[in-house]
């Protein structure tokens, strides 16, 4: 279903801030700084079973990538959070889509800097 | 006069804090209402409470997950305290389901947003808590505060002090209470006329207002020259500096006055101490101010009177 969604909505996230490029900038910038870092946390906690930690970065990330208009990622992450509540087993899998739709959207951000 | 203050105050000049863990957020936020009003910033509800301590803001602005206390907890915990039960927290939440919006009403929230921000309904929602509040701030201030001097009145006493009470006794924390009146004010008003009176009376609040330092003590005007000053939190001690200061500064504002033998005006101060603990009532409390109050004056005005 995500894969219907944009990889990176720039101009929804533009007009949801107002069209302040500049911010819009800052913001990726943040978030880009912050995204692999907590994706390797993520990763870490599913695999030694912290399971709560990783929901709580995972509920971080999600927010950010909602910020930036990064809409595949950001409902990815969501599907990860709610399996990581409901069936923590199944964590893993979701993760790896997690990672692919982030290497997109940094592919898409890259490309249109 | 106080008055005038209250109604230059404006939206840009209302004071915001915003409280996320996520710095993305904070940036968004801040930025967004950079113009509207002065945003504070911090990582965590324990840092909410901690700035809320040293100044109040007009509005808080909170995510609601966040490590360690949540944006929920944060609220409950500000409507438990007399000084922030009042200020308005909007919440910032990642689903506007059912579930979520009674948590927020029930949290005690005054709104919420959802994220990601949008950033006019965003502005438009903080716009409005804020003229709302101005407008609170403004009926709070015709209806508790004394028109002429600026200190709070005796509905003001009335309707607070139960709860000041109530926050000494929870906290197990000793209230000061100093009843003080002007010297020779009857004499004052029959030299100098009733206008420079009111202006006495004006000028000794004010600089009485200033003294004290901190935002939870209470400067009320229970009588035409009686004042009562409430220091929560206070011990002899720390009350009889106060007091002294007190003095000092009326006796400093060097107002001229024939008819007192100080050459101006002074004040009479009577103080007592109320201890949760101890089975004297506030009541009590009061009436012992009251009864120093007399002392002084019996014993030479322009001082403190107290237990030994």
């Known amino acids: ?113 | 006069m106080i008055f005038e203050q209250n109604a230059a105050r404006s939206i840009e000049d209302c004071r915001v804090l915003i409280v996320d863990d996520q710095e993305t957020s904070l940036l968004i936020m801040a930025t967004l209402l950079e113009d509207l009003a002065q945003c504070e910033t911090v990582n965590s509800a324990s840092d909410a409470l901690a700035a809320c301590e040293k100044q109040l803001p007009d509005l808080i602005i909170t995510d609601v997950n966040m490590p360690g206390m949540s944006g929920h907890e944060l609220c409950q915990l500000l409507r438990k305290s007399p000084e922030t039960a009042q200020l308005p927290v909007m919440f910032v939440t990642a689903s506007d389901s059912d579930e979520e919006q009674e948590k927020c009403w029930q949290a005690g929230g005054v709104d919420f947003v959802t994220k990601p921000i949008h950033a006019t309904t965003f502005r438009n929602r903080v716009k409005f808590q804020l003229s709302h509040k101005l407008k609170t701030d403004l009926l709070e201030t015709l209806i508790y505060t004394d028109r002429l001097t600026g200190a709070f009145n005796r509905h003001y006493m009335d309707e607070r002090l139960p709860s000041i009470v109530k926050e000494a006794q929870r906290e197990n924390q000793p209230l000061a209470v100093a009843i003080f009146d002007i010297d020779y004010f009857k004499q004052y008003n029959d030299q100098y006329g009733h206008m420079a009176g009111d202006s006495c009376l004006w000028k000794l609040a004010t600089a009485v207002r200033q003294n004290l330092m901190r935002p939870m003590d209470h400067l009320i005007r229970v009588g035409g020259e009686e004042f009562l000053v409430l220091l929560p939190r206070t011990e002899t001690e720390g009350a009889e500096v106060v007091c002294h200061r007190m003095l000092e500064t009326v006796s400093g504002l060097n107002i001229a006055h024939q008819r007192s033998e100080f050459g101006h005006v002074t004040v009479s101060i009577g103080l007592s101490i109320y201890h949760p603990a101890q089975s004297a009532t506030i009541e009590d409390v009061l009436l012992q101010a009251d009864k120093y109050l007399y002392q002084a004056k019996a014993s030479g005005r322009n001082q403190l009177a107290q237990a030994d």
């Not at chain 1, 993520?42 to 930036?68: C, F, P, W, Y």
């Open chain 1, 1 to 113: 279903m995500s894969e219907l969604l944009p990889i990176w909505d720039q101009s929804g996230a533009l007009q949801r801030l107002m069209n302040k490029e500049a911010l819009l900038q800052r913001v990726l910038l943040m978030f880009l700084d912050q995204a692999e870092p907590r994706l390797m946390e993520i990763r870490a906690d599913i695999n030694q079973g912290r399971i709560s930690q990783a929901k709580a970065t995972t509920h971080m990330l999600k927010g950010s990538a909602g910020e930036v208009g990064a809409m595949r990622l950001h409902a990815s992450l969501g599907r990860l959070e709610a399996c990581l509540i409901s069936e923590p087993a199944r964590a893993a899998d979701l993760y790896n889509t997690v990672a692919y739709n982030y290497q997109l959207f940094v592919n898409e951000a890259k490309h249109n800097a």
